[in-house]
């Protein structure tokens, strides 16, 4: 299936300042990127997705950018803000259907 | 957006016992369900693929007779943890396809702790 690197594993920012969490894959037949926020104790929440046919997706604060060549996407968040904290986890379909594979997350902690 | 409910949020078993996890897409029918299991501190690990009225496809090294998997209809997946053991202690997360684009969505989790 498809593997995913993730990095960094943890980011400290400073509120206000922009965070960039990056993801490498190794299929460069998946089409479809989503990141996910989760929250302690909480289920993964879809923040923002890209596929493969676009280089970059923009949705306020949040943007995700695809390099289908180097085979790896990012997320940027701008203006971060406390409620930000969360870890963030990147993903790409898995080797069947419609099943996704998870990087290992980034921890973010935006501090005021 | 879509809304996937998982029930119960939280259960505390006896070790040798059984519990049951469910899971359901409240405004879409799901024509194929995932189960994944969370570590603490650890990403979200694929368990078992399931489609409606078929057999639960599980990832290797995924007992199939220990983790019971049930999708009875577009709207209901069950997963069962059979025989539970301290080790099987974790976060158990659902998640839903529509059966039409990519976007996947996932319950809130339900911790299971065996004691």
């Known amino acids: 299936g498809e593997n995913v690197e993730q990095h960094p594993s943890t980011l400290s920012v400073q509120e206000g300042d922009s965070a960039v969490i990056k993801c490498t894959y190794s299929?460069?037949?998946?089409?479809?990127f989503p990141w996910y926020k989760q929250e302690l104790g909480k289920g993964p929440q879809l923040i923002i997705d890209i596929r493969s046919n676009v280089g970059e997706k923009k949705d306020q604060r949040i943007a995700v950018t695809l390099n289908k060549t180097a085979k790896h996407f990012s997320l940027h968040i701008t203006e971060t803000q406390p409620e930000d904290s969360a870890v963030y986890f990147c993903a790409a379909p898995a080797a069947s259907g419609y099943a996704l594979n998870f990087g290992k997350g980034t921890s973010l902690l935006v501090t005021p | 957006g879509a809304v996937v409910s998982q029930h119960p949020s939280w259960v505390i078993c006896k070790s040798g016992t059984s519990v049951k996890i469910e899971c359901r897409s409240l405004d879409f029918q799901a024509t194929t369900m995932f189960w994944y299991r969370q570590f603490p501190k650890q990403s979200l690990m694929l368990m078992a693929t399931s489609n409606e009225g078929s057999k639960a496809t599980y990832e290797q090294g995924v007992e199939k007779d220990k983790f019971l998997i049930n999708h009875a209809s577009l709207t209901l997946s069950t997963l069962t943890v059979t025989s539970a053991h301290p080790e099987d202690s974790s976060f158990y997360i659902c998640?839903?396809?529509?059966?039409?684009?990519?976007?996947?969505?996932f319950g809130e989790g339900s911790w299971l702790t065996v004691v």
């Open positions: 998640s839903a396809h529509p059966g039409a684009g990519n976007t996947i969505y």
């Open positions: 299929d460069s037949a998946s089409n479809y």
